[in-house]
């Protein structure tokens, strides 16, 4: 058994669950070291898989499916963001409700455009980067040579040093923590939460469109609690983007553990509950020391 | 004479009430000029007008003798204008470098420039005596550096006006004092200073030009020396006050509140009173005084039953209350007016009268145990609401609508109709104007000559000191000094406050 799990077969599983939880989780960072709290990612990551699906489907190229995916996710992380900054609804039931809706929305057109309430019809996948040494794994291979996995790693390192090196995540953390403090310094702070949602809805959209590739499909309800899982691993990183994504890896790591304990013996109905019990476990562990940014989830009133 | 800053008929409504009235202020360039009045008098509300936090309804801003618009705070800072607020505009997870440049970042390559800005900044700071740890949170960092990096942060941004808005409300005399120097330093090279404050004896001490407001308009204005403090008071309340507490000496009883070996640690396992043993007798008021968050709110929450002490007694009357459930020590003969009135203190959307019995609410004469007894408490509000002199006199006003000196008249009157033995006050007059203040010590005042044992808790020196027969100091968890009367300087006790004095020190420094 150990060596099943260190094989590179198990860690290309790994990462396979670990990169839309990772592209969520940091959408989360963002979205939240604005100041507003965004548990509207399960709908976004399922918006964003479904428009993948959608724009691959209709031109034939991955390429204008990632853009819709993340146009998708875009748009609707955009009416998160007028609910909550502009409204100043309640950010917990807003999120409730795009998810709500991005499951009704999704099923509902998915019937119109493939005739089915459950798929949508099978969707060419991205196309990989040669990885000539290990090519002799092809799964592996293709796996690693993934643009769009590369492109996670790039985003998890560059999103470490964009909140804390350079002037733009001072000024979202700041608005995060202390809006009026940051209103009084000249900063817009409504445009810099506007940046944080609409962030988050990209790499969210980008974590559906992961999995629509992975999947070559849209099935209904196919985010599966992602969004959710994502928030934990942020909770869990203590809104950072590095902790996040190796939060999320631990989740990855758990899920793919299950996947490859199925039929030893156990029951399933326990082994499929290893990554719920890694989340619940963790997040007693830690979340005593994590620390919300101060403002998360309170919209700014300029004039009291 | 030139003026850094003129403001010619600011005008500002807000929804029901004029904040300012046609007011018209000049400060001369290079000058300290003080902007007294009372609590809601629209100081604040004009000094953040210029700084851009509030649109005037109308009037004219000229800086440097040229007319501007100020529509936001970047306006104004383009215009050199800086301003401490009063709760200060920090961000207390991040750096001071961070809070420093926030807003006005140098870049490079993309990233902050981190190395050139702390030079930028350390060399500021050495030019006005300003030393502040760049590179610690703003959280782990006391009051008193916190308003340093205020003021360097509006330096950075190149500011020649600062205005501060009651910069020594939570400093210690010594902080105080050095927070003066630092603004005569400024003074001395070139930068306008407005000072917006009620404390009298800070006027007098640093200002070179004092304007007066009251009920949102300029109502006198004068050069420092020409005037005095008692002077000032009137115009600010309207009419004549008396700024000295005049009480007769205490008729001192016996122990009401013995206190003894008290400690408390907390959930975090951090130990915040250490063993602490005092006690106020009857006809008697202790002042406590100390810096904030030395133990004080714990020490109330301990007396009040609100948390239990780890160890030690605290007997009322010869009954040790520790224990016991919230309702039965008051029940025991005690009356709390805490320090935080809007969490503690009221219900503020409940009516003047709901929150004159919140606590007696179980009494007989309030309730016939099926219903509310309404005419008894709408008379009961009627009595106390005149005998306090509440504004509005409404028993149905909602709470949150009063005025802070209002609000805690209704918190004292509830409190004192308990007719407690043990009357426990903390930050009694804590954002309350002069006239409310006046009134408020009075009342505590006529409560101690009627025989009750008074434990005043007041970060406020002039206070404590003013009020109180006998004076107790708390530093970090440990009463570090009981003096037996009321006689001693403002300078001695901010030296036991910060515990430069003190558990043995004493005698080494002297």
């Given at each position: 058994m150990i060596s099943q799990i260190l094989s590179l077969a198990f860690l290309a599983q790994t990462i396979r669950i670990t990169v839309p939880y990772a592209l969520a989780s940091i959408g989360g960072v963002y979205s939240e070291r604005g100041g507003v709290t965004n548990i509207a990612l399960e709908g976004i990551i399922l918006t964003g898989a479904f428009c993948t699906v959608v724009g691959t489907y209709y031109t034939g190229s991955p390429l204008v499916g990632i853009l819709c995916g993340v146009s998708g996710g875009l748009l609707t992380a955009l009416i998160h963001a007028v609910v909550s900054i502009n409204i100043k609804a309640d950010q917990i039931i807003s999120g409730i409700a795009i998810n709500l809706f991005a499951v009704g929305i999704t099923?509902?057109?998915?019937?119109?455009?493939?005739?089915?309430?459950?798929?949508?019809?099978?969707?060419?996948?991205?196309?990989?980067?040669?990885?000539?040494?290990?090519?002799h794994q092809p799964d592996v291979a293709h796996l690693l040579g993934n643009p769009m996995v590369l492109a996670t790693i790039a985003i998890i390192i560059a999103s470490q040093f964009i909140i804390f090196r350079t002037r733009f995540g001072l000024r979202l953390r700041a608005v995060g923590e202390n809006p009026e403090a940051a209103d009084t310094v000249g900063i817009k702070v409504n445009l810099y939460r506007y940046y944080g949602v609409m962030i988050s809805g990209v790499l969210a959209g980008l974590s559906g469109a992961w999995l629509a590739f992975d999947q070559h499909s849209f099935t209904d309800g196919m985010s599966a609690g992602r969004g959710y899982i994502a928030l934990a691993a942020m909770?869990?990183?203590?809104?950072?983007?590095?902790?996040?994504?190796?939060?999320?890896?631990?989740f990855g790591f758990a899920e793919s553990l299950q996947i490859q304990l199925q039929g030893g013996g156990l029951p399933t109905q326990f082994i499929q509950m290893i990554p719920y019990i890694a989340t619940i476990i963790v997040l007693a562990g830690f979340i005593g020391k994590a620390v919300a940014p101060a403002a998360d989830g309170v919209p700014y009133e300029k004039e009291k | 004479m030139k003026y850094a800053i003129e403001l010619v008929g600011i005008t500002k409504r807000f929804a029901r009430t004029v904040a300012n009235d046609n007011v018209t202020l000049s400060v001369s360039a290079g000058s300290i000029h003080a902007l007294v009045g009372e609590n809601g008098a629209g100081k604040t509300?004009?000094?953040e007008t210029l700084y851009g936090i509030y649109q005037p309804d109308s009037g004219k801003i000229r800086i440097h003798d040229t007319e501007v618009a100020i529509k936001s705070p970047q306006d104004s800072i383009r215009q050199g204008i800086g301003?401490?607020?009063?709760h200060f505009m920090l961000v207390p997870t991040l750096s001071v470098l961070e809070n420093i440049i926030l807003g006005a970042e140098d870049t490079r390559n993309a990233f902050l420039d981190l190395a050139k800005t702390s030079e930028r900044i350390t060399a500021l700071a050495d030019k006005f005596s300003l030393s502040v740890p760049l590179n610690e949170k703003v959280q782990d960092l006391g009051v008193g550096i916190q308003q340093r990096v205020e003021i360097l942060k509006a330096l950075y941004r190149k500011a020649d006006i600062l205005i501060l808005d009651e910069p020594?409300?939570?400093?210690?005399?010594?902080?105080?004092?050095?927070?003066?120097?630092?603004?005569?330093?400024?003074?001395?090279?070139?930068?306008?200073?407005?000072?917006?404050?009620?404390?009298?004896?800070?006027?007098?001490?640093?200002?070179?030009?004092?304007?007066?407001?009251?009920?949102?308009?300029?109502?006198?204005?004068?050069?420092?020396?020409?005037?005095?403090?008692?002077?000032?008071?009137?115009?600010?309340?309207?009419?004549?006050?008396l700024l000295r507490v005049e009480k007769s000496k205490a008729n001192t009883g016996k122990p009401v509140l013995s206190i003894s070996n008290l400690s408390y640690v907390d959930r975090r396992g951090v130990e915040i009173l250490k063993n602490v043993n005092f006690s106020v007798a009857s006809g008697e008021i202790l002042g406590i005084a100390g810096v904030e968050g030395n133990g004080q709110t714990q020490l109330v929450e301990c007396i009040?039953?609100?948390?239990?002490?780890?160890?030690?007694?605290?007997?009322?009357?010869?009954?040790?209350?520790?224990?016991?459930?919230?309702?039965?020590v008051f029940d025991s003969g005690l009356a709390h007016v805490p320090e935080d009135r809007l969490k503690r203190g009221l219900v503020v959307d409940f009516t003047v009268k709901e929150n004159l019995i919140l606590g007696l609410h179980t009494r007989q004469e309030f309730n016939s145990r099926l219903s509310?007894?309404?005419?008894?408490?709408?008379?009961?509000?009627?009595?106390?609401?005149?005998?306090?002199?509440?504004?509005?006199?409404?028993?149905d006003a909602i709470a949150r609508g009063?005025?802070?000196?209002?609000?805690?008249?209704?918190?004292?009157?509830?409190?004192?109709?308990?007719?407690?033995?043990?009357?426990?006050?903390?930050?009694?007059t804590r954002g309350v104007d002069i006239g409310g203040t006046e009134f408020i010590h009075r009342s505590i005042i006529s409560e101690r000559d009627k025989g009750k044992a008074v434990l005043l808790i007041s970060a406020d020196l002039t206070e404590v000191l003013s009020l109180s027969d006998r004076i107790a100091v708390i530093y970090d968890g440990m009463i570090v000094k009981i003096f037996p009367d009321n006689k001693v300087e403002e300078s001695e006790l901010g030296l036991f406050m910060t515990g430069t004095k003190g558990n043995g020190r004493e005698a080494s420094l002297a």
């Amino acid at each position: 058994m150990i060596s099943q799990i260190l094989s590179l077969a198990f860690l290309a599983q790994t990462i396979r669950i670990t990169v839309p939880y990772a592209l969520a989780s940091i959408g989360g960072v963002y979205s939240e070291r604005g100041g507003v709290t965004n548990i509207a990612l399960e709908g976004i990551i399922l918006t964003g898989a479904f428009c993948t699906v959608v724009g691959t489907y209709y031109t034939g190229s991955p390429l204008v499916g990632i853009l819709c995916g993340v146009s998708g996710g875009l748009l609707t992380a955009l009416i998160h963001a007028v609910v909550s900054i502009n409204i100043k609804a309640d950010q917990i039931i807003s999120g409730i409700a795009i998810n709500l809706f991005a499951v009704g929305i999704t099923k509902f057109v998915l019937e119109i455009l493939f005739h089915s309430s459950s798929n949508s019809s099978r969707i060419v996948g991205l196309p990989h980067i040669p990885m000539g040494f290990i090519e002799h794994q092809p799964d592996v291979a293709h796996l690693l040579g993934n643009p769009m996995v590369l492109a996670t790693i790039a985003i998890i390192i560059a999103s470490q040093f964009i909140i804390f090196r350079t002037r733009f995540g001072l000024r979202l953390r700041a608005v995060g923590e202390n809006p009026e403090a940051a209103d009084t310094v000249g900063i817009k702070v409504n445009l810099y939460r506007y940046y944080g949602v609409m962030i988050s809805g990209v790499l969210a959209g980008l974590s559906g469109a992961w999995l629509a590739f992975d999947q070559h499909s849209f099935t209904d309800g196919m985010s599966a609690g992602r969004g959710y899982i994502a928030l934990a691993a942020m909770i869990v990183g203590k809104w950072n983007p590095l902790g996040a994504a190796a939060a999320c890896l631990l989740f990855g790591f758990a899920e793919s553990l299950q996947i490859q304990l199925q039929g030893g013996g156990l029951p399933t109905q326990f082994i499929q509950m290893i990554p719920y019990i890694a989340t619940i476990i963790v997040l007693a562990g830690f979340i005593g020391k994590a620390v919300a940014p101060a403002a998360d989830g309170v919209p700014y009133e300029k004039e009291k | 004479m030139k003026y850094a800053i003129e403001l010619v008929g600011i005008t500002k409504r807000f929804a029901r009430t004029v904040a300012n009235d046609n007011v018209t202020l000049s400060v001369s360039a290079g000058s300290i000029h003080a902007l007294v009045g009372e609590n809601g008098a629209g100081k604040t509300t004009l000094m953040e007008t210029l700084y851009g936090i509030y649109q005037p309804d109308s009037g004219k801003i000229r800086i440097h003798d040229t007319e501007v618009a100020i529509k936001s705070p970047q306006d104004s800072i383009r215009q050199g204008i800086g301003m401490v607020h009063q709760h200060f505009m920090l961000v207390p997870t991040l750096s001071v470098l961070e809070n420093i440049i926030l807003g006005a970042e140098d870049t490079r390559n993309a990233f902050l420039d981190l190395a050139k800005t702390s030079e930028r900044i350390t060399a500021l700071a050495d030019k006005f005596s300003l030393s502040v740890p760049l590179n610690e949170k703003v959280q782990d960092l006391g009051v008193g550096i916190q308003q340093r990096v205020e003021i360097l942060k509006a330096l950075y941004r190149k500011a020649d006006i600062l205005i501060l808005d009651e910069p020594t409300a939570v400093l210690t005399p010594q902080e105080s004092t050095r927070l003066f120097g630092i603004l005569s330093e400024l003074k001395q090279q070139g930068k306008t200073i407005v000072l917006i404050t009620h404390k009298l004896n800070e006027v007098m001490e640093i200002s070179d030009r004092v304007s007066v407001m009251r009920k949102g308009k300029i109502v006198g204005e004068m050069d420092t020396p020409t005037t005095s403090p008692q002077e000032i008071a009137e115009l600010m309340v309207g009419r004549p006050v008396l700024l000295r507490v005049e009480k007769s000496k205490a008729n001192t009883g016996k122990p009401v509140l013995s206190i003894s070996n008290l400690s408390y640690v907390d959930r975090r396992g951090v130990e915040i009173l250490k063993n602490v043993n005092f006690s106020v007798a009857s006809g008697e008021i202790l002042g406590i005084a100390g810096v904030e968050g030395n133990g004080q709110t714990q020490l109330v929450e301990c007396i009040t039953g609100l948390v239990k002490p780890t160890s030690g007694t605290i007997s009322l009357n010869g009954v040790n209350l520790v224990g016991f459930p919230v309702k039965r020590v008051f029940d025991s003969g005690l009356a709390h007016v805490p320090e935080d009135r809007l969490k503690r203190g009221l219900v503020v959307d409940f009516t003047v009268k709901e929150n004159l019995i919140l606590g007696l609410h179980t009494r007989q004469e309030f309730n016939s145990r099926l219903s509310m007894r309404r005419s008894a408490i709408e008379q009961n509000a009627r009595m106390l609401i005149k005998k306090y002199d509440v504004r509005p006199d409404d028993p149905d006003a909602i709470a949150r609508g009063l005025s802070g000196g209002n609000q805690q008249k209704v918190i004292i009157a509830r409190e004192l109709s308990r007719n407690a033995q043990l009357i426990v006050a903390s930050q009694p007059t804590r954002g309350v104007d002069i006239g409310g203040t006046e009134f408020i010590h009075r009342s505590i005042i006529s409560e101690r000559d009627k025989g009750k044992a008074v434990l005043l808790i007041s970060a406020d020196l002039t206070e404590v000191l003013s009020l109180s027969d006998r004076i107790a100091v708390i530093y970090d968890g440990m009463i570090v000094k009981i003096f037996p009367d009321n006689k001693v300087e403002e300078s001695e006790l901010g030296l036991f406050m910060t515990g430069t004095k003190g558990n043995g020190r004493e005698a080494s420094l002297a």
